[in-house]
């Protein structure tokens, strides 16, 4: 069936060095992602979104890139800090359709 | 706001009992979403709910699991004669309209209620 996955599980990243977490999807009929950051016994958080009518969106220290020829989406985290470590999900629906499916996480460790 | 409120946030259970989750949306919204995160998984669809009515149970077991979203009230995530199977966080999530970065409806989760089945 469709999915969404994730290449790496685990991250560390050194404290003040940029992340990357990428994620691939196989469903072409995805025209929305999302990146949820989820902390220890807390529900996922919003970070950012994009559609697939971009190919990249900036936030405050995130970035996201979609490269739909490769189904593959990607989280930049600029400057780390400690309160980025978490687990990172990314998930995919279509426009307009709020049922998310989602990948099946990394963990990202910031070293401080 | 309080944003999306789950009770308990913790539960346990022997096996064979009953589990109820509930879950209260934000402020004014009428639609919720249940998801499943087993250990070290991502977040599975469920159940998607409007007040008195089930959309889309697509995720959902088919049986001993049932969900509710009444007139007055939580919505209520029941799990009958509990298994160990069954040990999960289980997340509610209602949308909330325009996100910051592209307008679009995002999802809005909760803290989650996590169910241990001994």
């Known amino acids: 069936g469709e999915s969404v996955g994730l290449h790496l599980p685990t991250l560390s990243v050194q404290e003040g060095d940029n992340s990357i977490i990428n994620c691939a999807y196989s469903?072409?009929?995805?025209?929305?992602f999302i990146w949820y950051k989820q902390e220890s016994g807390k529900g996922p958080q919003f970070i950012i979104d994009?559609?697939?009518?971009?190919d990249k969106r900036q936030g405050q220290r995130v970035t996201v890139l979609l490269n739909k020829t490769v189904k593959h989406l990607s989280l930049q985290i600029a400057a780390t800090q400690p309160g980025d470590s978490a687990v990172y999900f990314c998930?995919?629906?279509?426009?307009?359709?709020?049922?998310?499916?989602f990948g099946t996480g990394t963990r990202l460790t910031i070293i401080p | 706001n309080a944003g999306v409120m789950q009770n308990p946030r913790h539960l346990v259970r022997r096996r064979g009992q009953e589990a109820r989750l509930r879950c209260s949306p934000m402020k004014g919204h009428s639609h919720v979403y249940w998801y499943r995160q087993l250990p070290e998984e991502g977040l599975k669809f469920m159940v998607y709910l409007q007040k008195e009515n089930i959309i889309d149970e697509s995720g959902m077991p088919k049986e001993r699991f049932s969900a509710e979203f009444p007139k007055e009230g939580p919505s209520i995530l029941r799990i009958q004669q509990v298994v160990r199977g069954d040990s999960a966080a289980y997340f509610c999530?209602?949308?909330?309209?325009?996100?910051?970065?592209?307008?679009?409806?995002?999802?809005?989760f909760g803290a989650g209620s996590r169910l241990t089945v001994l």
């Open positions: 469903n072409s009929a995805s025209d929305y």
């Open positions: 998930a995919e629906n279509n426009f307009g359709n709020e049922k998310l499916t």
């Open positions: 999530a209602s949308l909330e309209t325009g996100s910051p970065s592209s307008g679009a409806n995002v999802l809005t």
């Open positions: 994009i559609r697939s009518n971009m």
